[in-house]
């Protein structure tokens, strides 16, 4: 009877030890690369104007229109930063607000395509680290089934065979 409980209890940590062995690891949670704001302010292009925004209301108390407005500020490519205080106080200069809206819009969207293009950037710099990686992992699987690797030429059968003669295999005999 007492065999039975030693039995039993060898056998049962045996089952437990093979449980054990077959537990995962939790999966880690995803690493968020975060951008400092100091990181964000040198990703951001300075707003630069090449036409005045006193030019602008020149133009605008001549009796040109929203949209020849708009394209004068495209063909010069000028960006502007302006605070509401600043949209507002341009407003009563003579600017309209149609103008000024697209002067907002504009440089959002430039602010937006410059965080664009640098999450696109370490995008692709995690891309190829990770095919990098497989590649290695790879590499390294094919070196593992090379026959040769385990031993050099005079290892014979593979990993799993044996060797006639420790100082040679096959060819020395």
Known sequence: MNQFKCLRLILVTTLLAGLAGC????????Q???ISPEQLAALLPPAQSTLTLEEIVSM??????????IEAIKQSQSRYSLTPSEVLSWHQKGISKGVLDYM?????????????DEIN??????????????????????RSMDPWFYGGPGYY???WGYRPYWGGGWRYW
């Open 104 to 116: 907002q819009q504009a440089n959002a969207l430039a602010q937006q395509n410059a965080i664009a």
């Open 32 to 34: 968020i690369e975060r």
């Open 60 to 69: 605008s108390k001549k009796g040109k229109s929203d949209a020849e407005i």
């Open 23 to 30: 537990a995962t690891q939790p999966p880690q949670p995803v």
């Open 121 to 142: 950037k370490r995008e692709k710099a995690r891309v190829e680290a990770e095919t990098r990686l497989k590649r290695e992992r790879d590499s390294a699987r094919l």
């Open 157 to 159: 059968g593979g990993p």
